[in-house]
């Protein structure tokens, strides 16, 4: 039993700290958003506390999911960027900079993020005539008959944004740079595992997409330490996703 307690103290012993830090975070971050992002669950477990009406208008709100989605973007925003940025600035005691969010732009940023557009918009509006797009797209759903187009999509969709901004600092930000010392050019493929299965559910060609996608953002923030290009071409495609799929279902206008 010793001989084996001190084979596990030298293989430990000698592992990067940081990566394992962050990999384990990885594990933990993303299940604690998985259970907490339930909000049926949260109302039932403000059930009898002075909360209670908050817990039900979060999972039950009679309008629009509005709050629903909030709730969503503020567990995940915590996850994905508060408590990495924690770690960051006290355990670390690094600069955020160095971790996706240096305000450097690199050169030929316009062209490469037109380019993108012009790949990408085209693929989108392919999905958006599909039945799992229209199925799943956009995530707001307005129940009292309210027209889309107003502030509600508004909220929403700056809501929506923040959430992107979070995504990009930590599978980009967070989870490459901090394996980047221990791993290379290798901390880009292993960001994009989790980051293709968080799309897991959403329709089958986004998931696949997320591959990609995962590979050449992580490479471009690798390369050029920062996170910009991820999440403005994030925003642009979701928010033509989201105008796409209230146009075919005649709730645009």
């Known amino acids: 039993m010793r001989e084996i307690l001190n084979r596990i103290t030298t293989d430990f012993s000698l592992l990067d700290r940081k990566a394992i830090f962050a990999l384990l975070y990885t594990a933990s971050g993303l299940t604690g958003i998985f259970y907490l992002k339930n909000q049926e669950a949260l109302a039932i477990y403000l059930q009898g506390t002075s909360f209670e009406n908050a817990g039900d208008f979060i999972a039950h709100s009679p309008n629009n999911n509005l709050p629903a989605l909030a709730w969503w973007v503020a567990v995940v925003s915590i996850f994905y960027f508060v408590l990495p940025a924690l770690v960051i600035k006290f355990y670390y005691r690094e600069d955020l900079a160095a ?14 993020f037109f380019a993108c557009i012009g790949i990408m918009l085209p693929l989108v509006y392919l999905m958006s005539l599909t039945p799992s797009f229209a199925s799943k797209y956009p995530f707001l759903k307005i129940y009292d008959g309210a027209p889309y187009v107003g502030t509600t999509l508004l909220i929403w969709e700056l809501i929506y944004f923040l959430q992107f901004f979070g995504l990009e600092f930590f599978f980009r930000g967070f989870l490459v740079h901090s394996l980047k010392p221990a791993l290379g050019i290798y901390s880009v493929f292993v960001m994009t595992v989790p980051y293709c299965m968080i799309h897991f559910g959403k329709p089958p060609a986004e998931t696949i997409a997320a591959i990609g996608a995962g590979v050449f953002l992580g490479w471009l923030s690798y390369r050029n330490g920062n996170i910009w290009l991820g999440l403005l071409l994030h ?19």
């Open 235 to 253: 925003c642009t495609v979701a928010f033509s996703m989201d105008v796409l799929a209230l146009y075919n279902k005649g709730l645009l206008f």
């Open 99 to 112: 971790y996706g969010l240096n305000l450097r732009i690199e050169h030929g940023f316009a062209k490469l």
